[in-house]
């Protein structure tokens, strides 16, 4: 008995060590030094500005979004067992410590972005470890049979909580629901349920979880939805875009943020409009997927590259760009080479 509690007690203080870890590094060794930022010009109501630093650290949290788009193009082809775990992990921690020293560049990010971002990094490094200690054991003899109608369910749900995770929160995504369609397929085999404990135990754990983070979102309050833009010949052919003000050929709009924006914002570059600010800022991040890194403009640097977990031969580029080179640099980008993935708004 002793000897088991020794080895718990081991693996317990190693699971802590691969959590804590990354988060002590980052706050530690990725920092950089503050820079003068210019104030701005077009955006002046000082309630439209948010933190210039949270282009660069929002993107943790698109991390965790594309490592589940990952696993559900893994399981569309394959198993559990085939996604990359591992590689999910130290592609997040990878890419904040480099965002990190960037962010630090514009002023502080802030304690509660700071502590978000090591929260879902600490929950995201554990739920990985957990699965991929599972999946390649347990679940990778199990997964030698015969698919079942589960194996079906998991591939459905993976695939649109991937898509849910695109404009919502994931703590307000339906786990209850899947769990019901779950035990509700027939399990034909014993591979069913095995996939019907193991999913079961996964989903109702975030489940329960989802709902102490939706109450300590509460306490937050909620993020803004909207955001406000300077732009210089404003197309009035841009859908989910509204007009606020217009001075010669300067217009400050309204647009939605998130997923939507990406979109509103190459539509922007495409009918020649030019950005000068976004919400209140000039700087802007961006992400890229290639083979090969992108063709940049002079004032765009590539920051940190990872690898897209999940599909073949792809690497994703985070870009930092100038709000005015924005539009030059969306156009820039020919699908034959790679293609934009998102702009981190604000």
């Given at each position: 008995?002793?000897?088991?509690?020794?080895?718990?007690?081991?693996?317990?203080?190693?699971?802590?060590?691969?959590?804590?870890?990354?988060?002590?590094?980052?706050?530690?060794?990725?920092?950089?030094?503050?820079?003068?930022?210019?104030?701005?010009?077009?955006?002046?109501?000082?309630?439209?500005?948010?933190?210039?630093?949270?282009?660069?650290?929002?993107?943790?949290?698109?991390?965790?979004?594309?490592?589940?788009?990952?696993?559900?193009?893994?399981?569309?082809?394959?198993?559990?067992?085939?996604?990359?775990?591992?590689?999910?992990?130290?592609?997040?921690?990878?890419?904040?410590?480099?965002?990190?020293?960037?962010?630090?560049?514009?002023?502080?990010?802030?304690?509660?972005?700071?502590?978000?971002?090591?929260?879902?990094?600490?929950?995201?490094?554990?739920?990985?470890?957990?699965?991929?200690?599972?999946?390649?054991?347990?679940?990778?003899?199990?997964?030698?049979?015969?698919?079942?109608?589960?194996?079906?369910?998991?591939?459905?749900?993976?695939?649109?909580?991937?898509?849910?995770l695109q404009q919502v929160p994931w703590?307000?995504?339906?786990?209850?629901?899947?769990?019901?369609?779950?035990?509700?397929?027939?399990?034909?085999?014993?591979?069913?349920?095995?996939?019907?404990i193991a999913l079961g135990l996964e989903?109702?754990?975030?489940?329960?979880?989802?709902?102490?983070?939706?109450?300590?979102?509460?306490?937050?309050?909620?993020?803004?939805?909207?955001?406000?833009?300077?732009?210089?010949?404003?197309?009035?052919?841009?859908?989910?875009?509204?007009?606020?003000?217009?001075?010669?050929?300067?217009?400050?709009?309204?647009?939605?943020?998130?997923?939507?924006?990406?979109?509103?914002?190459?539509?922007?570059?495409?009918?020649?409009?030019?950005?000068?600010?976004?919400?209140?800022?000039?700087?802007?991040?961006?992400?890229?997927?290639?083979?090969?890194?992108?063709?940049?403009?002079?004032?765009?640097?590539?920051?940190?590259?990872?690898?897209?977990?999940?599909?073949?031969?792809?690497?994703?580029?985070?870009?930092?760009?100038?709000?005015?080179?924005?539009?030059?640099?969306?156009?820039?980008?020919?699908?034959?080479?790679g293609q934009l993935e998102h702009i981190?708004?604000?």
């Amino acid at each position: 008995m002793k000897r088991v509690l020794k080895r718990a007690g081991l693996g317990l203080l190693l699971l802590l060590a691969a959590v804590a870890g990354p988060i002590l590094y980052v706050e530690t060794m990725c920092r950089g030094e503050a820079i003068t930022q210019e104030q701005a010009q077009f955006i002046t109501d000082p309630e439209q500005h948010r933190p210039e630093a949270r282009t660069y650290m929002v993107y943790p949290e698109w991390h965790i979004v594309y490592a589940y788009e990952g696993y559900a193009e893994a399981l569309s082809s394959g198993h559990p067992h085939d996604f990359p775990y591992l590689s999910a992990i130290t592609g997040f921690w990878s890419a904040t410590c480099g965002l990190s020293e960037q962010a630090d560049q514009l002023g502080a990010a802030g304690f509660n972005s700071k502590a978000t971002i090591y929260t879902i990094g600490a929950s995201f490094t554990l739920e990985m470890l957990l699965k991929a200690a599972y999946e390649e054991t347990i679940g990778r003899v199990f997964s030698a049979l015969a698919p079942t109608p589960q194996d079906k369910v998991e591939a459905d749900m993976a695939a649109d909580y991937a898509t849910f995770l695109q404009q919502v929160p994931w703590y307000k995504y339906d786990f209850p629901s899947w769990s019901e369609k779950l035990w509700a397929a027939d399990p034909v085999a014993v591979r069913g349920w095995e996939r019907r404990i193991a999913l079961g135990l996964e989903w109702g754990a975030k489940t329960q979880y989802a709902k102490l983070i939706a109450r300590a979102a509460e306490g937050m309050g909620a993020d803004a939805l909207t955001m406000q833009i300077a732009v210089k010949n404003l197309s009035e052919n841009i859908a989910d875009v509204t007009v606020l003000e217009t001075s010669q050929d300067v217009t400050i709009a309204q647009t939605p943020r998130y997923r939507i924006f990406t979109r509103i914002a190459r539509e922007i570059a495409q009918e020649g409009g030019q950005f000068l600010e976004i919400a209140g800022n000039d700087d802007i991040l961006l992400s890229y997927l290639g083979a090969t890194p992108p063709q940049i403009t002079s004032t765009a640097k590539i920051i940190s590259t990872t690898n897209r977990v999940g599909f073949d031969a792809q690497n994703r580029y985070l870009i930092a760009v100038k709000t005015p080179d924005l539009a030059p640099l969306l156009q820039s980008l020919t699908p034959q080479d790679g293609q934009l993935e998102h702009i981190y708004d604000y």
